[in-house]
């Protein structure tokens, strides 16, 4: 690599991680000012532990994560199935269009309109609206996760099944799923972080007792740097740093 | 030499099967029957149809018209997956997630056998492939040859009466496409299985087959044994395909008893065999071994040219002579089996031999 | 029969959710842009009376008025906010551009043993919370904050720099917030490249910087097309980051359609500012949508 080059990337990752490393060392920090470093501490990690609310609206939002994952991940499969298998049936632009369009669309806009409808045809606001919601945006990522590994499928591979006296749903079960699994697992897991990320959609089509760890942490975050979520962020980013080390770790030793 | 006859019950038949893709025809109303026990042969350059003619009796396409028979029984209609025919992979396509035993006995489910026929079918079927200790290996531990045997001995598993095979050999390195060949043959005998082979190997075509069939855009253009068709090629592409050939355009001289024909060239006179309306514009076309170079002056035909380039190959000799009227016509071998070699510039006498030149539509 | 019938659950099931809830509720929101609010539940009038049949649609047609549309063509607030959405978007999607294709050639460049290390290392910051990523720079930004502090003490500056709560903090947000997803298209570009192909450029003559503007970046702009468009649509109704960095006077339309709806519940409003919104973004859209089909069409074509 070229010096600049080098340098290129050193600046662009330490811009990329700047701000996740301050968050990890002040939540450390005894002070509660971020520019005075008051000492180690923990205490802003046994405040967040006593703190109800939050726990509630976290086991809320994985709640809500799980279910719109298990929906993204099949509809999102299905469709990556319709879209790879069905040729160019009549529609099939309209279709990509608008299995794509929840991906880009503002998430204001989502999330204001999928209100208007909970309230027009009179459904009660809560948990389930905001799995609709997040399964309705997520669907498109799984589509193009499974998409991408369906389309490097050597596609001889289901005919020879099916040449070697397979029906269709032995040829898929036996066959395809199974080879497609890791590309399902890494969309469902993508719709997961999707949906425990989401502020903005649900904020809008939640109700009274359904409050994620997003709104709840939008909610603090607007009065101010609080060391209470920069704990959390922190203990956040190690599970995401976790997972993403192990999946590495499993891709790594099943490519050996 | 004609071409043997199909028995009267043929293994395979098809009955001008027509597939279409969009506005292109993939396959032009084939039909071709298939005795039982034949190597059979599609043979023609890539996108000629034979990989969808194949694809067409495994039924992974639907014909657009015509129909397919095994042993007299309609297929036309029938899924792949119903079809008693099997197929090997150009990719091979093995199941990845899979050993080599699960692999090799993937097709054994629903044939109603125990599980214990079914462990004794798959080892004999792992031995045949000459593959024993490698049950449990995944394919991707394998090599290209020991891929291609585990994909042939699963096509075999539910011991079909007619296997497809897509380029079966090639994805091997030529010596190991030489051997592998043999052994194909080897087994094909030794089991009495029809096989319907496709490639764009001449070389492979030749060596495996009964009976070649030629593709041309869809349509099959000529069927028979290798060496008729490189004896007696119905077309200048059938010709060409099959080996080196020289083609002299020309007139066809007037219909005459016993065969021969005159065509009028710029050579001058060639009398050769075929059909034709006289005054029809043709080609004669000549293997470059069978040209007579050198030592045969005086007899009636003989051609004067001047030697423009040879090449010594060790088991002959290959050499362009340049005639009178600029015409270069390649030979092989054929050069004067005692005395000098002559040398590039020197003149030197051609001649076509009756029975090595045939008659060809331009 | 059977496999016509999975065939259509495979394509009807995702077919219908996305219809039941995206395509429909973008109909109710267009219509209830045309409606007055009032003080009710739910805060318009009037209400679709999914009973009414064709009467039913005839009465709320007449009920349909433009006063919603005209307070947002009168008003400059509007006007303003959407504007100053598509000039943020623009100028941090131009920034983005500029930064993300030295990052992504970098990449490309470095040694097969690292190329996975690296992209690891781009995405792992996307697959933490957005909120979280953003609310750290408030931390960095403020006057009392990190940068200020830094600057200060190396006597570059003699007072704290309003970044935080100013147009710089928004850009450096969305910069920051997007970088990814700028990166990793234009990397899947580069590392695609033939290395042969900047070998012949340097074997006619041509140098590194050559090289690059010649053979390189002509050959990734694709990949820059699609990183920009990527970023560029959802910056446009961004939220987070102009709510948190961007101080009370930051205009932008996400930030005025949620006031509008949280704040003065004025939900006929708020929905003719998401429709404003969509009409803003739909040219983008159509722009990706297009280039997406024409990719896949590509190796669709290279397939058989």
Known sequence: MTPFARTALGLALAFLYAPILVLIVYSFNDSKLVTVWGGFSTRWYAILFADGPLIAAALVSLKVALLSAGIAGVLGTLAALALDRHGRFRGRGAYTGLLYAPMVMPEVITGLSLLLLFVGIGLDRGIGTIVIAHATFATGFVAVVVGARLKGLDRSLEEAAADLGASPARVFFGITLPLIAPSVAAGFLLAFTLSLDDLVIASFVSGPGATTLPMRLYSQVRLGVNPEINAASTLMIATVGLVVLAASWLTARRGA | MPAPLPPTAPLLGIERITKRFGPQTAVDGVSLDLAPGEVFCLLGPSGCGKSTLLRLIAGFETPDAGAIRLDGADLTALPPHRRPVNMMFQSYALFPHMSVAANVGYGLKGLGLSRKQAAERVAGLIKLVRLEGFESRRPETLSGGQRQRVALARALAREPKLLLLDEPLGALDRTLREETQGELRAIQRRLGTGFVVVTHDTQEAMALADRIGVMERGRLVQVGPARDLYERPASRFVAGLLGDVNLIEGRLGPDEPGGLRTVETALGPIRASGEGAAGAAVVVAVRPERLVVGGADGLPGTLQGTLVEATFLGDRIRSRIRMADGTVLRASAALPATGPMPGVGEAVTVAIPADAARVLSA | ?304
Do not use: H
């Not at chain 3, 209830?32 to 009032?38: H, L, R, Y």
């Not at chain 3, 009710?40 to 433009?66: C, H, K, M, S, T």
């Not at chain 3, 959407?82 to 040694?111: C, E, N, V």
């Open chain 3, 1 to 304: 029969m059977s496999g016509r019938l999975a065939r259509l659950l495979v394509r009807g099931l995702p077919l219908a959710w996305l219809v039941l809830f995206f395509l429909v509720p973008f109909a109710v929101t267009l219509k209830i842009s045309f409606s007055s609010p009032a003080t009710a539940q739910p805060p318009y009038l009037p209400v679709i009376d999914w009973q009414g049949g064709l009467e039913g649609w005839r009465e709320f047609l007449e009920a349909l008025d433009f006063q919603n549309y005209r307070m947002i063509a009168e008003d400059a607030l509007y006007r303003d906010a959407a504007l100053s959405s598509l000039g943020y978007a623009a100028l941090a999607t131009a920034i983005l551009a500029l930064t993300g294709t030295p990052t992504a050639y970098a990449m490309a460049r470095a040694s097969k043993r690292w190329q996975p290390i690296l992209v690891a290392l781009v995405i792992v910051p996307f697959w933490t919370s957005f909120l979280i990523r953003v609310y750290a720079w408030i931390a960095i930004l403020k006057p009392e904050g990190l940068l200020n502090g830094a600057l200060m003490k190396l006597g570059l500056i003699a007072s704290p720099l309003p970044i935080l709560d100013s147009p710089t903090g928004v850009l450096i947000g969305l910069t920051y917030a997007y970088l990814p997803f700028m990166v990793l298209p234009l990397y899947a570009v580069m590392s695609r490249l033939d290395p042969a192909l900047l070998e012949a450029a340097a074997d006619l003559g041509a140098g590194r910087a050559r090289a690059f503007f010649t053979v390189t970046l002509p050959l990734a702009l694709p990949g820059v097309a699609a990183g920009a468009l990527l970023c560029f649509i959802p910056m446009v109704g961004e939220f987070i980051i102009p709510d948190l960095l961007g101080g009370s006077d930051t205009l932008m339309l996400g930030r005025v359609l949620w006031s509008e709806f949280f704040s003065n519940r004025d939900w006929p409003l708020a929905s003719a500012v998401a429709v404003l919104l969509l009409i803003l973004i739909v040219g983008p859209v159509v722009l990706f949508r297009e280039a997406e089909l024409r990719r896949e069409e590509a190796a669709e074509g290279r397939g058989r």
